[in-house]
Nanobody
Framework: VQLQASGGGLVQAGGSLRLFCAASGRTFSSHCMGWFRQAPGKEREFVAA????????YYADSVKGRFTISRDNANNTLYLQMNSLKPEDTAVYYC????????????????????WGKGTLVTVSS
C-alpha cells in the first residue's frame, strides 16, 4: 500500500493550494481517508476526514470553512483544497487511511489509521 501526497509549496497568506494523495495497493473506495498536519515543534493534528463514498466529511475547527476534503474513487485520489491560508497553517501535511470498512470516526480520532503517506510541506508566508 502506498499513499503519496503532493501539491505542497510556498504561498502567501490569503492564498490557496490544493493537495493530492494518490493511493495504490488497496481498494481505495473501501477506506475512509483523512489529512493530518504537523507544524514545527508541535504534535501531529487532525485536519479533515472523508467517508468511503465522500458523502460525509469532518473538519478541525481551525480549518472549517477554509479547507475542503474530497475524493475521486475512480482515480484513487484524495484531495485537500486549502483557501484563505494563514501562516499558522504552515506544516507538513500527511494523508492517511483507515482500515477497510472502519467508520469515519476512526480517522477523526486518529486511532484507526493503518497507513500514512509521506508528507508534503506547506509554507504560508505573512
Amino acid at each position: 500500500v502506498q499513499l503519496q501526497a503532493s501539491g505542497g509549496g510556498l504561498v502567501q497568506a490569503g492564498g490557496s493550494l490544493r493537495l493530492f494523495c494518490a493511493a495504490s495497493g488497496r481498494t481505495f473506495s473501501s477506506h475512509c481517508m483523512g489529512w493530518f498536519r504537523q507544524a514545527p515543534g508541535k504534535e501531529r493534528e487532525f485536519v479533515a476526514a472523508i467517508s468511503w463514498s465522500g458523502g460525509s466529511t469532518y473538519y478541525a475547527d481551525s480549518v472549517k470553512g477554509r479547507f475542503t476534503i474530497s475524493r475521486d474513487n475512480a482515480n484513487n485520489t484524495l484531495y485537500l483544497q486549502m483557501n484563505s491560508l494563514k501562516p499558522e497553517d504552515t506544516a507538513v501535511y500527511y494523508c492517511a487511511s483507515a482500515a477497510a470498512n472502519d467508520p469515519i470516526v476512526a480517522v477523526i480520532r486518529g486511532t484507526g489509521i493503518d497507513y500514512w503517506g509521506k508528507g508534503t510541506l506547506v509554507t504560508v508566508s505573512s
